[in-house]
């Protein structure tokens, strides 16, 4: 099999490898760099599990080869608020209780997060139908959404001020 | 013997699991790598009936790395029973890889592993597999016709089995009714479908003869017991683990062929193996729920009450029984519960599971009781539409009222509100209703209410089980409860926990009894070596007899605490309270000690303890469930506005009022309803397995298998009523799964109400409305 010498980039950490082309993103993330919170949960682009950030926008890992990505910089769940979980959205999934069983979440949290950012840079608390929307490529079969479209909210209007 | 502070129960504790599921922290079954691993992809059935002529390996002689391969001529009589022991019942097993003949597409055929998973999947591609085809038994229909060979040899019909269930005299009832109602329903096959898929990694070390198996599982005790019995290994030696499990739902409450397989590789190859199943074969070959097909007659006296039910049950349970539920398990499930919360006393039964070439089924959060719930309660409103009731009215008519009440198959149900729920209901959606009324005139825009209305029988004890004589003989829960010589609270917990919140609730449990903070105890679970043996998370028993067996393990250490508080402080026992980490003399807080104190005297400072009083803080109960349970109840109401001329529906409201004794946790009581909720509306509106005429899959992936997306599904709104359980430890009743029960029903009949159609069958998918709302556009 050919290898394709390839650097990542996640979470700071830069090292460069030889790959095989057809490796996915996500197998590359958590077999070579050691790390579990890239949950593969269909494998074929539909549920929003194996979200991670390339070069800061949410991307799927699983439908993305390690190759394409030489040179890129990749974030992953670790990254947001490390293992105290401190990031605001995290600690507002916790209190809004956004997750039941967790397999979801890294995804549904790296999909979330610049979502949250844009809102609290722009200073406005978006519709419940609007945060339903940016939620609409993952799936979460635990919780309904209730807790994480709350979760949304609060971190949003948490940091805006005078949020509901 | 409640806890004398209960502080914790009841409180809205955030969860202390979720920092390591936030952070990327957690440990799933695809996260356990060990080194030397060989990888498993298997070769499944490419047709759903056919004998097995050659499984040619050839292609893998020159792949240029090694593979190992085994087939079913390799694994000798190795396989799945699930058999209950009626004379009845028609004898079926899986093996663990197909031996001549495959029954499902997606079946094990064989087993090839590589040291790598991508090269064991292009390994497994090659692997040719030659069938001759048999004839399909692909639908219900045509299971009942004799003229088509059924899928076992030596079977005399197409039927797992066939039973009866009765009581009263349903003859009289007939005989009595002003009104003889009788309908057809139906709801579609459909899964549980957890985000992560099973997988199972098994590792055999000859130094200690341990075989250690890590299973995506929620009953690792019963793992462990058949890998014992199957592969004849001690039980001692074997270690099953569940680590962080990504969803059930009671999908992964089987013991499944591979997880014996996986270890008996393990032990073969001389080196760890691992497999994760992905998606598709989730899909297609992992466990298929519902499928059911209901004929009910009702017997109803001119004021509306009703007399008696006769009921006709057919469940297409598809290939194989699964272990330990078996194939009667849903038929038999949804005979039983068929009488719900209503009075009346004839009933008549027969139920029937069909072997068909499909996926095997097993349980489903409600386990038939969704299927039941959904015909049970479309009837009441066909029988309120029927006679001129409105359906609130109508259900008041009958519901149960007193308690306890003996009901007509002897099962006895605690106190309950069932009345009050559906007057709660009525109460919150008084608007909804008027606007549903005033929409009728309509011929664009519809708005329809409806309700379901049912209880839910949860943690019953032994003779439940014994009565069903199913290869699980009982569904008791144990929890050990060890104090540390710091104060600190380690709990051995014999429930697996995957997404309940466990390692919160049962902390909140323990720390009421012990005085102590939840924060300082430490809930293990999902292991047989650190729990005692106990039958794993499922059938809504986590919180009562989970919750009872840490009260009561804890009280046991409260009371000891309570002597050597006594004794220290030279007060009387029964005058010693612990809370806030001390134990102190109730009508003088300042006389105290520590908790962390006593701990030590008693673990370490043995010099300390009172003559004849045995070192150590720990304590260990089994809880079984009360005979026939404890009945939780709700009631569940769906608002939907539809489009008459583009058949277009918007869940626009959705209300559950519920009843499961005492709340543990109101943050996690919520989560269980809205969750169980919206699978219950995936249910009514989207999923659907479908199988074209050969029984070929056609609904693989994601794209095809439409689960609720957020965009679609409104705030749920959830109220309580609080009817404590007197057969409980700590009031509790089961609450898991009651979300998914209610909705199908729920929105069928809002569905109902808004077009003034009767509606039969699930799933309500846009098609379905169209075709049901056909008359309002003139169509019909």
Redesign the interface.
């Not at chain 1, 949950?39 to 074929?44: K, L, Q, V």
């Not at chain 1, 947001?80 to 979980?85: C, K, Q, R, V, W």
């Not at chain 1, 993952?138 to 479209?149: A, F, L, Q």
């Not at chain 2, 549980?192 to 992560?196: K, Q, T």
């Given at each position: 099999m050919t290898m394709t010498e390839t650097t990542l980039t996640v979470n700071g950490q830069t090292r460069t490898l030889d790959v095989?082309p057809?490796?996915l993103l996500a197998d590359v993330i958590?077999q070579e760099f050691d790390?579990?919170?890239v949950?593969?949960?269909?494998?074929?682009g539909?549920?929003g599990?194996c979200t991670v950030h390339i070069d800061g926008t949410p991307r799927l890992s699983c439908l993305t080869f390690a190759v394409q990505c030489d040179g890129r910089d990749i974030k992953?769940?670790?990254s947001?608020?490390?293992?105290?979980?401190t990031h605001v959205l995290?600690l507002a999934?916790?209190?809004e209780?956004g997750?039941?069983?967790?397999?979801?979440?890294?995804g549904f949290?790296m999909t979330l997060v610049p979502y949250v950012e844009e809102n609290v840079a722009r200073g406005t608390l978006p519709s419940?139908?609007d945060?339903?929307?940016a939620?609409?490529g993952?799936?979460?079969?635990?919780?309904?959404?209730?807790?994480?479209?709350a979760a949304v909210r609060k971190a949003i209007g948490d940091q805006i001020g005078g949020g509901q | 013997m409640k806890a004398e502070n209960p502080r914790q129960i009841g409180a809205r504790v955030?969860?202390f699991?979720?920092?390591?599921?936030?952070?990327?922290?957690?440990?799933?079954i695809?996260?356990i790598r060990l080194p030397n691993t060989l990888h498993l992809s298997f070769v499944r059935a490419q047709v759903a009936h056919g004998r097995i002529l050659e499984i040619d390996t050839f292609g893998l002689e020159d792949i240029g790395y090694p593979t190992w391969v085994f087939t079913g001529e390799d694994i000798g009589n190795l396989s799945m029973k699930a058999h209950q022991d009626y004379p009845e019942m028609q004898y079926s097993e899986q093996p663990l890889l197909a031996r001549d003949v495959v029954r499902f597409v997606g079946e094990p055929v064989a087993a090839v592993l590589a040291e790598d998973p991508?090269r064991a999947e292009d390994a497994a591609e090659l692997v040719f597999v030659d069938y001759d085809p048999l004839p399909v038994v692909g639908t219900m229909d045509q299971a009942r016709d004799a003229s088509i060979p059924p899928i076992f040899e030596g079977w005399k019909n197409s039927m797992f089995v066939e039973r009866q269930m009765k009581g009263g005299d349903l003859e009289a009832a007939r005989a009595q009714a002003a009104h003889v109602i009788r309908r057809t329903y139906r709801n579609q096959r459909q899964a549980?479908?957890?985000?992560?898929c099973r997988g199972v990694v098994a590792h055999y070390t000859p130094g200690d003869r341990m075989l250690t198996v890590w299973s995506s599982t929620q009953m690792p005790h019963l793992v462990r017991t058949y890998i014992a019995e199957e592969l004849d290994l001690p039980e001692a030696r074997i270690r099953v683990i569940a680590p962080?499990?990504?969803?059930?739902?009671g999908i992964k409450g089987q013991v499944f062929g591979e997880e014996v397989l996986v270890a008996w590789l393990a032990i073969k190859t001389g080196r760890p193996v691992k497999w994760i199943e992905?998606?598709r074969e989730h899909l297609v070959a992992s466990l298929h729920a519902r499928d059911h097909e209901h004929t009910l007659e009702a017997y109803v006296s001119d004021d509306g009450r009703l007399l008696g039910l006769w009921a006709d049950i057919s469940v297409d349970v598809g290939a194989y029984s699964t272990f330990p539920f078996t194939a009667a398990g849903d038929p038999g499930m949804a005979a039983k519960v068929m009488p719900g919360p209503y009075d009346f006393q004839a009933y008549e039964a027969t139920f029937r599971g069909f072997a068909t070439n499909k996926c095997p089924i097993g349980t489903y959060r409600g386990v038939a009781r969704p299927s039941a719930v959904f015909s049970q309660e479309r009837l009441m409103d066909d029988i309120a539409r029927e006679i001129g009731m409105d359906p609130i009215a109508f259900r008041l008519r009958n519901v149960i009222r007193e308690f306890p009440y003996k009901n007509v198959l002897g099962f006895t149900y605690d106190p309950g509100s069932y009345a009050e729920s559906l007057e709660k209901i009525r109460d919150v959606l008084a608007d909804d209703i008027a606007a549903a009324e005033a929409s009728k005139s309509s011929a664009t825009t519809r708005t329809g209410v409806g309700i379901a209305c049912f209880v839910e029988q949860t943690a019953h004890g032994t003779p439940d089980f014994t009565r069903r004589r199913v290869p699980i003989e009982t569904g008791y829960i144990s929890a050990r409860v060890e104090m540390q010589p710091d104060g600190t609270v380690v709990i051995g917990l014999g429930l697996q926990s995957?997404?309940?919140?466990l390692e919160t609730t049962m902390a909140q449990v323990a720390a009421d009894a012990l005085g102590v903070l939840p924060e300082t105890i430490f809930v293990r679970h999902g292991d047989t070596l650190t729990s005692p043996y106990s039958m794993g998370t499922w059938g809504s028993r986590g919180g009562p007899l989970g919750g009872g067996a840490v009260h009561m393990a804890s009280m046991q250490i409260a009371e000891k605490l309570k002597v050597l508080a006594a004794h220290e402080m030279q007060a009387d026992k029964d005058a010693i309270t612990l809370y806030g980490g001390r134990a102190y003399v109730t009508d003088n807080p300042d006389r105290f000690v520590e908790i962390r104190t006593l701990a030590r005297h008693a673990l370490r400072n043995v010099e300390n303890l009172p003559e004849g009083m045995i070192p150590g803080l720990e304590a260990e109960f089994s809880l079984d469930g009360p005979r026939d349970g404890t009945y939780a109840n709700a009631v569940h109401a769906a608002v939907v506005e539809i489009d008459v001329p583009t058949g277009k529906m918007k869940l626009k409201r959705f209300v559950v009022v519920e009843d499961c004794g005492t709340i543990l946790n109101p943050?996690?009581v919520?989560?269980q309803v809205?969750?169980?909720?919206?699978?219950g509306i995936g249910s009514a509106l989207f999923e659907h397995f479908v199988y074209d005429a050969e029984c070929q899959p056609l609904t693989t992936?994601?794209?095809d298998y439409l689960?609720?997306?957020?965009?679609e599904?409104p705030?749920?709104e959830v109220h309580h009523i609080e009817t404590p359980t007197p057969l409980t430890p700590l009031g509790a009743k089961g609450l898991g799964e009651g979300g998914a029960i209610g909705p199908a029903a729920a929105i069928a009949n809002a569905v109902s109400n808004a077009l003034d159609v009767e509606v039969s069958e699930t799933p309500l998918k846009a098609s379905a409305i169209w075709h049901l709302s056909a008359h309002l556009r003139g169509e019909a």
């Open positions: 095989e057809r490796r958590r790390i579990a919170g949950h593969i949960g269909c494998a074929h539909a549920c599990c992953t769940v670790e947001l608020g490390g293992f105290d979980a995290q999934f916790k209190s209780h997750l039941q069983c967790g397999y979801c979440t890294p949290l419940d139908e945060i339903r929307e939620m609409s993952n799936i979460c079969r635990c919780t309904g959404y209730h807790g994480i479209v | 955030q969860r699991e979720d920092t390591r599921l936030l952070s990327g922290a957690a440990r799933y695809d996260d991508y549980g479908v957890p985000m992560e962080d499990v990504g969803g059930g739902f992905d998606r995957h997404g309940q919140g943050l996690v919520d989560g809205r969750g169980g909720v919206v699978q992936s994601f794209a689960m609720p997306q957020a965009p599904i705030d749920i």
